[in-house]
């Protein structure tokens, strides 16, 4: 990186920091901040609760997955997060399955936990569920760690699911989290959604006077974490993706199918799309369905009644909108019908 770069980056960074000062409520371990009464009973709770067509595919990038496996074990990783928010629990890496799948830029492993078909149904189609994708909205990666905590307990293999609690892991784990990641990029607006040269740059001078936290990088998938997520979307091929932000407190959709009119407590409000976003690009462009949840605060956890409310009525939507068709009638029964109604 050439010099001027780096003072530019740098730049950027500290704006980004003085940026997030004000607008953050926080509720990470290091700062010793107690989450309120809602969280603290989700604490408690919790503890009785037992075809894209440029993505890149670098045999370096490969390497350097294999390296870091090599290097960091994925508990490692989930205990750094666990560490820093108040609303993931021990117990939530040692129950294991977080595995790594890729690398940030500063070389910190990105988690993924798989919830595979069972053999005795075909699953109704693959979600992908994605989490911090921006590093300060702590509630968009506690509460993956939440849903998975259901998972965990009830996946009944309705759905494959692949869960990403953490998508931007430098953002979230520098002594300030920020949300872009370490080269100071929003990476919900790098990724490749068409004319993104002229696009994102007008969009980010014009609309946004350059502010330091929408950077959307030099060029269309320039970072690692969008890099890496758009290969996983491109292999796994889900058939809906629920991304999860903070703290606009609504529901944003894009992509086929019919948006849910609301999940839990939160309510449709469509905000339109953004040149380099997730949702343009694979909803608009790869016809995925993506539901973005924003969460109402990015440092308070929804109450525990909200995070299942949600979580029921997204499975719900789910149900109704895979394209699969179940090749073998549901047998449910009493037992796997209940299981389903809370997974
Ligand atoms: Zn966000």
Redesign the pocket.
Known sequence: MSTSKQIILTSLLLFAGIACADSNIDTTKEDTITEDGAASQVALTAALESSSPTVPTSPVEEETVKQIQAKYSSAETCTKIERKLGSVYPKDCEIGGLEISGVSVKGTPILVKEYPPVSSRKPLGRVLLVGG??GD?YS?VSIVFAWMRKLNQFHSGMFHWKVVPLMNPDGLLRNKAQ?MNDNGVDL?RNFPTPNWETESQKYWVERTKSNPRRYPGPTPLSEPESQWLAKLIKEFKPDAIVAV??PYGILDFDGPRTAPKRLGHLHLNLLGTYPGSLGNYAGVQNKIPVVTIELPYAGIMPTREQVSSIWVDMVGWLKKNMHTIPQEASQGGSVESRVDATS
Do not use: Y
């Open positions: 994708i921006h909205e968009s949300r919900n932000h903070a």
